[in-house]
């Protein structure tokens, strides 16, 4: 893996602005939510193609992979944010993560389009009238917006369950309200007797609900978490290892390097640098 794909920061809000007639391509990971601060716009995709009026809201998933271009006649400015509800290991459940994962996959919810009188566009108006909209009340409320664009999605997710549950139907129930960083603390042992299975079952039941191993899941959810800790904190690299679930900093650099290429400390350095160099690595030309 490059270093430059290693950490973007989310929750972020940013702001960019097309002069007349010019053109962006839109290379956002996760998903991207754009409101339409002044100016007229489009949205370009072979499947979609969306007029942007000031006060509008774009929802765009990581695969449109679509451009914006401003109209020829007034400068397009936008305010976005971007959110990985992978990245949000603490809050979003494997259930919720797997829900956005659909959407993702879903013709129809690749790009969406909210009218400037909608609900989404006057909370994200809001949101870009306040002051310190890097502060946590600003991230909150970026992800309640992010969450209310699917509320009708939300509300019909749900599915009748079996009165008497299999194996694989206990793993998928538990996992679905299970948040990915609970895992850091959860041994094999602990979910074999939780499933009422053999270790052996398990392991199958687990790599084909889940995609991986236990422990290769494992170590993605610790590395994940290292990341932040190391992007967005002054945390000791020792009390990283910790908090990651890594019994030393020994260890956690021997995994970390063999994962990234270099060492954590490293690492922290050139994320630093490169959100300082580019702060806007969402949108590229």
Same mark, same amino acid.
């Given at each position: 893996?490059?270093?430059?794909?290693?950490?973007?920061?989310?929750?972020?809000?940013?702001?960019?602005?097309?002069?007349? /007639?010019?053109?962006?391509?839109?290379?956002?990971?996760?998903?991207?939510?754009?409101?339409?601060?002044? /100016?007229?716009?489009?949205?370009?995709?072979? =499947?979609?193609?969306?007029?942007?009026?000031?006060? &509008?809201?774009?929802?765009?998933?990581?695969?449109?992979?679509?451009?914006?271009?401003? $109209?020829? !006649?007034?400068?397009?400015?936008?305010?976005?944010?971007?959110?990985?509800?992978?990245?949000?290991?603490?809050?979003?459940?494997?259930?919720?993560?797997? +829900?956005?994962?659909?959407?993702?996959?879903?013709?129809?919810?690749?790009?969406?389009?909210?009218?400037?009188?909608?609900?989404?566009?006057?909370?994200?108006?809001?949101?870009?009238?306040?002051?310190?909209?890097?502060?946590?009340?600003?991230?909150?409320?970026?992800?309640?917006?992010?969450?209310?664009?699917?509320?009708?999605?939300?509300?019909?997710? /749900?599915?009748?369950?079996?009165?008497? !549950?299999?194996?694989? $139907? =206990?793993?998928?129930?538990? !996992? $679905?309200?299970?948040?990915?960083?609970?895992?850091?603390?959860?041994?094999?042992?602990?979910?074999?007797?939780?499933?009422?299975?053999?270790?052996?079952? !398990? &392991?199958?039941?687990?790599?084909?609900?889940?995609?991986?191993? +236990?422990?290769?899941?494992?170590?993605?959810?610790?590395?994940? =978490?290292?990341?932040?800790?190391?992007?967005?904190?002054?945390?000791?690299?020792?009390?990283v290892a910790l908090e990651s679930g890594y019994p030393s900093a020994c260890l +956690?650099?021997?995994?970390?390097?063999?994962? +990234? /290429?270099?060492?954590?400390?490293?690492?922290?350095?050139?994320?630093? =640098?490169?959100?300082?160099?580019?702060?806007?690595?969402?949108?590229?030309?």
């Open positions: 893996m490059k270093p430059k794909q290693l950490f973007e920061p989310h929750l972020v809000l940013n702001e960019i602005s097309l002069l007349p /007639g010019s053109e962006l391509t839109l290379q956002a990971q996760g998903w991207c939510v754009l409101y339409v601060k002044s /100016g007229v716009g489009y949205w370009l995709h072979p =499947r979609s193609t969306y007029e942007l009026l000031p006060g &509008s809201v774009l929802v765009s998933a990581e695969r449109a992979r679509g451009q914006l271009r401003a $109209s020829q !006649l007034t400068t397009l400015s936008l305010m976005f944010f971007r959110i990985e509800p992978e990245r949000l290991a603490g809050l979003v459940t494997w259930g919720e993560q797997q +829900f956005f994962e659909r959407l993702a996959a879903q013709e129809r919810f690749v790009t969406r389009l909210f009218s400037e009188v909608s609900p989404p566009a006057l909370k994200f108006r809001a949101l870009c009238e306040k002051d310190q909209a890097q502060a946590l009340p600003a991230r909150i409320a970026m992800l309640q917006l992010f969450v209310e664009l699917f509320t009708d999605e939300w509300r019909t997710q /749900g599915s009748v369950q079996p009165a008497v !549950l299999d194996a694989k $139907s =206990r793993l998928v129930k538990l !996992l $679905s309200v299970t948040r990915p960083a609970e895992l850091l603390n959860l041994s094999f042992a602990d979910l074999v007797r939780e499933m009422r299975c053999t270790p052996r079952h !398990l &392991s199958r039941l687990f790599h084909e609900v889940v995609g991986m191993s +236990f422990r290769e899941k494992q170590a993605q959810v610790r590395l994940a =978490r290292a990341q932040e800790l190391l992007a967005t904190t002054e945390t000791k690299i020792v009390e +956690f650099n021997l995994m970390f390097k063999k994962r +990234f /290429g270099m060492t954590p400390a490293k690492w922290r350095d050139y994320s630093r =640098r490169a959100r300082t160099q580019h702060p806007l690595t969402l949108l590229k030309a």
